[in-house]
């Protein structure tokens, strides 16, 4: 199986050729994503797609905590793998992966109890409410499958396979691509059809990638190392635990905010999901960048080869920059004609939606390499094993797409509510930049 030992080479080319699978892989990801929301706008109309659109950072508070845990469970194996200690990296693999099924297990369970109280909270109307909640349900029954995949892509990833979960994302987007057009189509089944295809999908990719792991001969376990350790959860946890809170803190920002969304109507909503979907896509990159600069720095960090960080991270940034100017120039030009692919409906009802759409996705293009500067200022700080300074961040991003969403709809109009989202990034971006000084300058004391 594929290693990849990432203290020896050109960074960029390190970080390029790391990453490229993963953006892969993620655009695979998004694909279904936004398969799912062409499928559920075309066959459903646009009161269904206002549905997902409310749920839609419910589903990613759940899949973005997971993400969180997952990544920071990740952290010691890659200093592990970096500085060849083998059986400190099997333990760590076997701790997390007990963890993550605990966990996973009481996230499913627990959040059956709030969904309903916090579609309500949210002021979700009336005509979509049912659907929302329907969705949510089974999306978060099904989140052993989420946990599952990406505790085994963390763990790849930090042992420098990036290939193996691009191939998991293939297969899973076929087979959700496959499974939408059925339940949704032929079997009528609607927006739990939707859902439950994803939920199947991520199964899938999990076994593939479980798959992968068993196949590294230092992941062969033997009867001393299947033991779970008090003290090595902890660590583990000191490391994940921030990460997901980090994340989770986003996500009740991004609730908030569609709280706001909620009150402008079902056109209002249906145009932001549909930018929604996109979201992903322009940032999929940039969340690439970040996994590789979390394992480029971690290796490094556990290999003792400091001076090499810092130019991981300047070559990061140039690698980032022009895949996010690319990008930005392809969205304000090509990207009314993608959204309008998303929406279904009245030729007035149509219309209005995409002039919300286009201007919230012309808002994210414009200021997207501030996005890419954050996912790789943070990931560099997780790298170095600091798990509070990304908390404190996510605390900041809270803030400020808060406060944005609230002062400026009043005084520029609720069109203009969109600029809350690039404020948001750079008061991460800020207290990521601190984070990321003040733990290099502890390596160099050190």
Known sequence: MITKDMTVGKPWKLILTFSLPLIAGNIFQELYSVVDTMIVGKFLGYQALAA?????????????????????????????????????????????????VILSVFFAVGGQFILSPLLKLLDTPDSIFSMALSYLRIYYAGCPAIALYNFAAANLRAVGNSRSPLIAMIIASVTNIVLDILFVGPLGWGIPGAVIATVIAQFVAAIYTFICLSKYDFLKFTKADIKISLSECK??????????????????GGLMVQFIINQYGEIFIAGSTATGRLYGVIETAGISYGYALTTYVGQHKGAGLYKRIGKGIIAGHVVGYITAITISLCMIFFGQGLLSMFLEGTPEEVEAALAVAYRYLFIMSSFLPILYTLHIFRSAVMGLGNGFFPLVAGFAELVMRVGASIIIPPIWGEMNLFFAEPLAWLGNVIISVIGYIYCMRKLKIK
């Open 235 to 252: 660590n583990l946890l000191l490391l994940g635990v921030p990460m997901a809170l980090q994340n989770t803190i986003i996500s009740v």
């Open 52 to 100: 997902v659109g409310v749920g839609s950072w419910i589903t990613w508070m759940l899949l973005s905590t997971v993400q969180g845990l997952c990544q920071g469970f990740s952290v010691p194996v890659t200093n592990a793998f970096g500085s060849k200690d083998f059986d400190r990296l099997r333990k760590s693999v076997l701790n997390s992966a007990f963890l993550a």
